[in-house]
């Protein structure tokens, strides 16, 4: 009797296996929250937006390395506090090492690598030989942030600290619609950026001083 049971069963089972199954219906597949958010960033590719990103991606190299060399030389060519120079240049020196030894140790693939559907708008991600393959932290973003950190507390006026934020804010957003960075790869780039750049504005010591040079007396003799 048992066995009869159990045959019965087993047919069920396998007619019911048989009947397609309607997934019309069905929910659609569930993305964790970051990656929706990253599509909708990714995915919106007007003009009024696709521009926008293209310039600001396409300033971050030469403001990451000309940053720092136009503050040495302005100040010198000035006369004025030698000091934010070396804030920033000792910001950035500490900003790159931080950043890429996360790399190196998470080793997180990029999204036009893991996710459907995303592909890589930078060219410095398209091809066979890539530089950084890693995606977490953001470098481009931590770069950016503490260029702007590291300027506007040596320039703390609101013409100086507006753009810089604007400008650090805006290549974060960039870097996750060319498809190259999770928005969490990018919070903490930002995260890393300014706290190099305020460590290292609070913590160091000045070094050349902002203090006006005495003029020397002079001594006028006159012939009599």
Do not use: C
């Amino acid at each position: 009797m048992r066995l009869i049971v159990l045959l019965v069963a087993l047919s069920a089972t396998a007619s019911a296996q048989e009947v397609p199954v309607d997934t019309t219906n069905l929910p659609p597949k569930t993305e964790p929250f970051e990656v929706l958010l990253l599509r909708a960033v990714y995915d919106d590719d007007r003009p009024l937006v696709a521009v926008p990103m293209r310039v600001v991606n396409a300033s971050a190299y030469p403001i990451y390395f000309g940053a720092a060399p136009a503050l040495w030389a302005g100040s010198a060519l000035t006369g004025s506090d030698l000091d934010p120079a070396l804030r920033l240049t000792a910001a950035q020196g500490l900003n790159f090492g931080v950043t890429f030894a996360l790399k190196n140790l998470i080793q997180r693939p990029r999204p036009y690598v893991s996710v459907d559907g995303v592909a890589a708008r930078d060219r410095g991600h398209q091809g066979d030989e890539i530089f950084d393959p890693h995606s977490f932290p953001s470098g481009h973003t931590s770069s950016a942030f503490v260029i702007a950190t590291s300027v506007s507390l040596s320039y703390p006026e609101w013409y100086v600290i507006a753009p810089a934020a604007v400008w650090a804010g805006a290549m974060g957003v960039t870097r996750v619609w060319h498809g190259v960075h999770y928005p969490s790869d990018v919070a903490v780039g930002a995260a890393i950026g300014i706290a190099s750049g305020a460590a290292v504005h609070f913590l160091m010591p000045d070094v050349f001083g902002d203090e006006e040079v005495a003029a020397m007396p002079v001594q006028v003799v006159v012939p009599l």
